[in-house]
């Protein structure tokens, strides 16, 4: 099992990196999420990788955290109608701080919002994960609290007070999650929630 790849990025799109390790090239699938945190070409980088087998194709799928990475699976292997493409997808349009935060909460129309995902879809999300990533319901239907009871890291614990701060000024809540993931990324790990929101409305 390839666990993971560090090497020279050689290209970088949305979907997609290649990186060259040993005189080999590796085409990677990697979400907008992760894409957004890569280097220029021609620096080091290192991605948590799963390999998907089928019979008519091999394809290396590449995340910035392990966290990201060990999602992405459980979406392949434990969710019923999603594939790599799809779960894909799914993190693209959102960082995984907001995710598990709308599976806690059971917001099943933020989830459909991901491109190729229906309520049905959502829906299977919700009920399909809960359990599986041991959030808890009885948190008073507050999501930020569940996304904190959930084993969420501190960073996502960051992205999300500030994602939910810019929805309560009213903004969209993908527009809001790009945001601050923008300054996340701009501005590193030790952010704080207020810097990230003042950064995203900056």
């Known amino acids: 099992m390839i666990t993971s790849i560090q090497g020279t990025l050689v290209t970088v799109s949305p979907l997609r990196a290649v990186i ?110 809960r359990d599986k990533l041991l959030l808890p319901t009885g948190t008073g239907g507050h999501p930020e609290n569940d996304a904190r009871s959930a084993g969420v890291t501190p960073g996502e614990n960051q992205i999300r007070d500030a994602v939910l701060a810019l929805v309560a000024l009213g903004y969209k809540t993908a527009d809001a999650d790009k945001s601050v993931r923008q300054a996340w990324t701009a501005l590193g790990a030790k952010a704080t929630t207020e810097a990230l929101i003042k950064r995203a409305l900056g």
Not at 117 to 126: P, S, Y
């Open 20 to 129: 060259e390790t040993h005189g080999l090239g590796y085409e990677v699938n990697i979400p907008v999420t992760t894409a957004e945190r890569l280097p220029a070409p021609g620096h080091q980088v290192r991605l948590h990788t799963l390999a998907v087998y089928r019979e008519d194709a091999q394809t290396l799928f590449g995340f910035a955290t392990v966290e990201e990475r060990d999602f992405f699976r459980l979406l392949v292997e434990k969710v019923t109608g999603v594939g790599p493409k799809l779960a894909l997808s799914i993190l693209s349009k959102l960082s995984l701080a907001v995710i598990k935060g709308a599976i806690a909460s059971g917001d099943v129309a933020l989830l459909a919002k991901c491109p190729g995902i229906g309520k049905k879809t959502a829906e299977r999300l919700v009920i399909e994960l």
